[in-house]
């Protein structure tokens, strides 16, 4: 009886000893368990982040290539503006230029003379005239130069009125085309001769106070001819033709 009882110490010993090499080993089991999901956890946060930063580096490159897009588009729209100034500009000055070269057209008849005083006017009545004033005076003192009021040919040249007459002293007539001609009277000195060409402005002689004159001046006429009988209102001539007279 005695050794029955004794005999089941050591097999209840064995029994926790199995027990406890289970439990070590669920332990250990649960604890690399554990490891294993922290090592999920950590790859999946790494994945997550890496993604996070791919796409910033997309919306970075996406908003530089728009900033490019939109500088370009203002650098376009800058030279077009710049382009459409320049233009502009070229055209204004190509403008003002053809008004310049207009003006000078229109001008290019001048005063005969400068630092004048107007003194007896066309068709004005007059002792001093046989018939009403055939031209107008222009008062200066004796020795002013005279220039061509325009261009031309001179056709008449000298003395004795240059072939019209006593009354107009010394005289010069300057033939312009379509049939217009200027007349130049009572000069004390002619630098000119027939069939010579003179420029607008060019001097031609020295104003005077020869032929039938009552003091030092000028007497200016536009004709339709080269002779006495076709002259037509000079101041209002050459008001037409831009000369502030």
């Given at each position: 009886?005695?050794?029955?009882v004794t005999s089941?110490?050591?097999?209840?010993?064995?029994?926790?000893?199995?027990?406890?090499?289970?439990?070590?080993?669920?332990?250990?089991?649960?604890?690399?368990?554990?490891?294993?999901?922290?090592?999920?956890?950590?790859?999946?946060?790494?994945?997550?982040?890496?993604?996070?930063?791919?796409?910033?580096a997309a919306q970075?490159?996406?908003?530089?290539?728009?900033?490019?897009?939109?500088?370009?588009?203002?650098?376009?729209?800058?030279?077009?503006?710049?382009?459409?100034?320049?233009?502009?500009?070229?055209?204004?000055?190509?403008?003002?230029?053809?008004?310049?070269?207009?003006?000078?057209k229109a001008a290019?008849?001048?005063?005969?003379?400068?630092?004048?005083?107007?003194?007896?006017?066309?068709?004005?009545?007059?002792?001093?005239?046989?018939?009403?004033?055939?031209?107008?005076?222009?008062?200066?003192?004796?020795?002013?130069?005279?220039?061509?009021?325009?261009?031309?040919?001179?056709?008449?040249?000298?003395?004795?009125?240059?072939?019209?007459?006593?009354?107009?002293?010394?005289?010069?007539?300057?033939?312009?085309?379509?049939?217009?001609?200027?007349?130049?009277?009572?000069?004390?000195?002619?630098?000119?001769?027939?069939?010579?060409?003179?420029?607008?402005?060019?001097?031609?002689?020295?104003?005077?106070?020869?032929?039938?004159?009552?003091?030092?001046?000028?007497?200016?006429?536009?004709?339709?001819?080269?002779?006495?009988?076709?002259?037509?209102?000079?101041?209002?001539?050459?008001?037409?033709?831009?000369?502030?007279?």
């Open positions: 009886m005695f050794e029955r089941r110490f050591p097999r209840t010993s064995a029994t926790r000893t199995r027990a406890a090499v289970l439990a070590a080993g669920l332990g250990t089991s649960v604890v690399l368990g554990v490891g294993v999901a922290a090592a999920v956890d950590n790859t999946a946060a790494s994945g997550a982040a890496g993604a996070v930063q791919a796409q910033a970075s490159k996406a908003a530089e290539a728009q900033a490019k897009a939109v500088q370009a588009q203002a650098d376009k729209a800058q030279k077009a503006a710049e382009a459409k100034k320049a233009a502009a500009a070229k055209a204004a000055q190509a403008k003002k230029a053809a008004k310049a070269a207009a003006k000078k290019s008849w001048i005063d005969p003379v400068k630092s004048y005083k107007l003194s007896a006017s066309f068709a004005q009545n007059g002792g001093m005239w046989a018939h009403k004033h055939s031209g107008q005076d222009y008062a200066v003192p004796t020795g002013t130069p005279v220039v061509a009021a325009h261009g031309g040919t001179v056709v008449k040249a000298g003395g004795n009125g240059a072939g019209d007459g006593p009354a107009y002293g010394n005289a010069i007539v300057i033939k312009h085309g379509n049939k217009t001609y200027s007349q130049y009277a009572h000069l004390s000195s002619v630098n000119v001769k027939v069939g010579q060409v003179v420029k607008t402005g060019q001097k031609i002689a020295s104003s005077g106070n020869t032929g039938n004159s009552s003091g030092p001046h000028l007497h200016f006429e536009i004709r339709t001819t080269p002779n006495y009988g076709s002259a037509v209102d000079p101041a209002k001539f050459l008001r037409s033709h831009g000369v502030t007279v």
